[in-house]
């Protein structure tokens, strides 16, 4: 690709780009964007064409020195992307076009915001185009469809807002540390009501004789990792039906970052019974999976959420995502926050349409926040 003064190449394989450089580029050791995290999805079968999650990572060169990059794959579905646009595959079935292939930035499966187009401190004016005009180049050669930041971070939505893409809106429910002492100081600022409900789930666990372990990369044994590969595919198996991950990732990444690796198990009379894995960043919490081989009341809860609040609480973390969508999540402490995908669209005749579609989808799930708002668990008397 043709870019004065730098060399730019796309890799079907991050190893082909050294870890050091690359990890330069992602600011506070967000956890899915680290090398150590993207490059394991690849070698342990977690993307590939089988799932249709195909590498084709951007890389920027100036004098031989990496000053930009991008996560980038070339899509043959929509799955893993939390984003959905099946309206947009069947309006492209409808005139006899291809949807797919198409590109996307995004971190596959994980529907967290980060940064989509690394670049060099302070240098964002300038390389954001070079990594913009790199994609649209690609889409060409390949007939994409489009290309698609999901999930990209406030200054990367601007900057591709001012290039005229498509902006579509969705809503996620994050909890926030303003500074809590422990756990209690939590539920202080909770309604009485929201207050005893957690509570009494935090009680049903403990009375079902239910001990919690919480571990790293450092502690966590290769026993801990086998036994949450059982539940995290125990849960597809009986949901979702195709499990991405494997143990292997999960044993290898938990090595390559052990601090940034948070592992609570669940164990009863002696049994390991249920898991949950999350990722930490130097200012925030991702909630990521979850599995259990056992019925127990409020387990979930406590796993998933309550051992990450005071997780975040212990360490000074501002934010945790648990995940996507999820009602549930407001009763215990945890507020709708709007999250944005923009997109580029190659067949100009599908433009404005989808333009009115996202139009039309922002003014709804704004009208939705509205409403999960008015649901807030917070003492009305807290500033």
């Given amino acids: 690709m043709n870019e004065p003064g730098f060399r730019v190449r796309i890799h079907d ?7 050091h450089d690359w990890n330069a580029l992602v600011v506070g050791r967000q956890p899915f964007l680290r090398h150590e995290f993207l490059s394991a999805m690849e070698e342990h079968g977690c993307v590939g ?5 195909i590498p084709a990572h951007v ?18 579905n929509s799955y893993g992307e939390f984003v959905f646009d099946h309206a947009w595959e069947e309006a492209w079935r409808r005139v006899g076009l291809n949807y797919f292939p198409k590109l996307v930035s995004a971190v596959p499966y994980t529907p967290a915001t980060g940064q989509r187009l690394l670049v060099a401190p302070r240098r964002e004016q300038e390389l954001f185009p070079v990594l913009f005009r790199a994609a649209l180049s690609l889409a060409g ?32 429910f994050h909890w926030r540390n303003p500074g809590y002492r422990d756990f209690d100081d939590f539920l202080s600022s909770l309604s009485a009501r929201k207050r005893k409900n957690i509570r009494r789930e935090r009680r049903k ?14 502690t966590a044994t290769a026993q801990d990792w086998r036994d949450f590969a059982l539940f995290y595919n125990r849960l597809f198996e009986e949901k979702w039906g195709m499990a991405t991950f494997n143990e292997d990732f999960f044993r290898v990444v938990a090595a390559a970052m052990p601090d940034q690796v948070l592992l609570v198990l669940a164990d009863l009379q002696g049994e390991c019974i249920a898991g949950a894995l999350m990722y930490a960043s130097d200012t925030r919490l991702y ?5 259990s081989i056992a019925e127990i009341d409020s387990l979930h809860f406590e796993a998933c959420y309550y051992q990450g609040i005071e997780y975040c609480i212990e360490r000074s973390l501002q934010v945790f995502e648990p995940g996507a969508q999820g009602e549930h999540k407001v009763a215990r402490g945890f507020e709708p926050v709007s999250t944005v995908s923009a997109h580029w669209i190659a067949v100009e005749g599908f433009r404005e349409p989808i333009q009115r579609f996202a139009r039309l989808e922002e003014r709804s799930v704004a009208a939705y926040m509205k409403q999960m708002q008015k649901q807030s668990p917070y003492r009305r008397d807290m500033p």
Avoid at 13 to 19: R, V
Wanted: glycine fraction near 10%; hydrophobic fraction near 40%.
């Fill in 59 to 76: 890389s920027v060169e100036e004098n031989g020195r990496l000053v930009a990059a991008m996560p980038l794959y070339r899509k043959l």
């Fill in 13 to 19: 394989n991050l190893k082909e780009i050294p870890a």
């Fill in 287 to 291: 909630g990521r999976h979850w599995g």
């Fill in 205 to 218: 666990v403990e009375a079902a004789g239910v001990s919690l372990r919480r571990l790293d990369g450092h």
């Fill in 49 to 53: 064409e089988h799932f249709g999650w």
């Fill in 141 to 172: 050669e390949q007939q994409a469809s489009g290309v698609h930041w999901l999930f990209p971070e406030a200054r990367e939505k601007a900057f591709l807002a001012e290039q005229g893409l498509v902006l579509r809106h969705d809503c996620q």
